[in-house]
């Protein structure tokens, strides 16, 4: 007979809670688990491990939704899309990915060991060392990614992720005014998060290849209420109005991404364009939500270079 595990293994090998489990299950058919003699679920390993892999697309910016009934290999190519976000964003060799995953689990491991002193340099050595490309993608990128899993699994404290994440940003923000320096005539793009959400690196993380790429960053810091963003926007002469979202819980949010967008979108001066990055970008547009502007709906930061490229031809006014 099969191996299986009760709903409360799963939740702890998973990481996700029982509720949302059982959630998966009812609402959106994520997998079926059989039930003993006395109706309890039983979950074999492979409905353990297409949980995990929902999870991880989840927590990713994917609804639940939209991949909850995917076939496996789907499922599995989703996951490696991610993976080879490194390779056709960078054209990386065998050696450059080995040098740039050495240097992530280098930092990875003195975060483990609370050296927070020795983490920083090694940080700013690998901004150094690697082209800006390749520092984001192949080192800024997976670190986040992997810190955030090592928390869910437990091998990394909270205060761990917060120490890193203050470092990380502080770096970002110096490489980010660097490059900023000598663009004050390039067309300007202003960067925040709606209000409520704090998560910054991927607007950071934006606003650093906008800079590489010759554009006048304006960076707002996360975080900020629609009408601040378009008064920033009609002061600042912004040919862009860049959102970046996170799939936060929406109790953590001033207002659903829905509310907050339509608002913008009627604050903002006509000139600006909205360009909507991340989580609220994963499925194209939000469904039923009409915007007077054409926006711009961008998931991915390879797919933000797209755009940028694209919208080189821009004049500032
Ligand atoms: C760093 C981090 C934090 C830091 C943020 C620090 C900072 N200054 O930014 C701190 C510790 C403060 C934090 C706090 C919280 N966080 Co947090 N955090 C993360 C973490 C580890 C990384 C997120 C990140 O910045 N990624 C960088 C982006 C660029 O990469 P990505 O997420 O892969 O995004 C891809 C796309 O979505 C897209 N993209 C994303 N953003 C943007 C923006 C633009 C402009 C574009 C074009 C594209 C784009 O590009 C990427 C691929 O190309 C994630 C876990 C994870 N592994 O993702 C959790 C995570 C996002 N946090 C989460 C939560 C819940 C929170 C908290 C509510 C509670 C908590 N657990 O601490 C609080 C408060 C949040 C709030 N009110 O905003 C959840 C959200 C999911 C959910 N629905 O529950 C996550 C997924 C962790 C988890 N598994 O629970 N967090």
Redesign the pocket.
């Known amino acids: 007979m099969k191996e299986t595990l009760n709903i409360k293994a799963v939740s702890r090998l998973v990481?996700l809670n029982e509720h949302t489990i059982r959630a998966w299950e009812k609402r959106y058919r994520a997998i079926e688990p059989q039930r003993t003699g006395t109706g309890r679920r039983t979950y074999t390993m492979e409905e353990v491990e297409r949980l995990q892999m929902l999870n991880t697309l989840?927590?990713?910016?994917h609804a639940i939704s939209s991949v909850a009934s995917l076939p496996l290999e789907k499922i599995q190519q989703l996951l490696d899309s991610?993976k080879q976000?490194l390779h056709s964003a960078v054209r990386s060799s065998d050696s450059l990915n080995q040098d740039l995953e050495a240097t992530t689990q280098s930092i990875i491991a003195l975060l483990h060991r609370f050296d927070f002193e020795a983490m920083v340099p090694q940080i700013t050595k690998a901004a150094l060392r690697f082209d800006i490309r390749a520092f984001v993608y192949g080192v800024a990128?997976p670190l986040?990614?992997?810190?955030?899993?090592q928390?869910?699994a437990g091998k990394l404290l909270?205060a761990q992720?917060?120490a890193?994440?203050?470092m990380l940003?502080d770096k970002l923000s110096q490489i980010l005014n660097t490059l900023n320096t000598d663009n004050h005539t390039g067309k300007r793009i202003a960067?925040s998060?709606p209000a409520?959400?704090?998560?910054?690196?991927?607007?950071?993380?934006?606003g650093i290849l906008a800079a590489a790429s010759g554009w006048s960053v304006q960076y707002l810091g996360?975080?900020l209420p629609p009408e601040d963003l378009a008064k920033a926007c009609a002061g600042l002469n912004c040919e862009v109005a860049?959102?970046?979202?996170?799939?936060?819980?929406p109790e953590?949010?001033k207002q659903s991404w829905r509310e907050y967008l339509r608002d913008l979108d009627e604050k903002l001066p006509q000139k600006t364009a909205l360009?909507v990055?991340?989580?609220a970008?994963?499925d194209g547009p939000l469904p039923r939500l009409k915007l007077r502007r054409n926006t711009h709906w961008?998931?991915?930061?390879?797919?933000?270079e797209t755009a940028l490229s694209e919208a080189k031809g821009l004049r500032r006014a």
Do not use: C, Y
Not at 58 to 61: E, M
Not at 298 to 304: A, D, G, W, Y
């Open positions: 990481g989840v927590r990713r910016g991610k976000e990128l986040m990614r992997e810190v955030g899993l928390v869910d909270i992720e917060h890193f994440s203050v940003r960067l998060t409520g959400d704090i998560h910054e690196f991927g607007i950071m993380l934006g996360p975080n860049l959102v970046g979202t996170t799939p936060v819980p953590e949010l360009w990055g991340g989580a970008a994963v961008i998931s991915s930061i390879t797919q933000l």
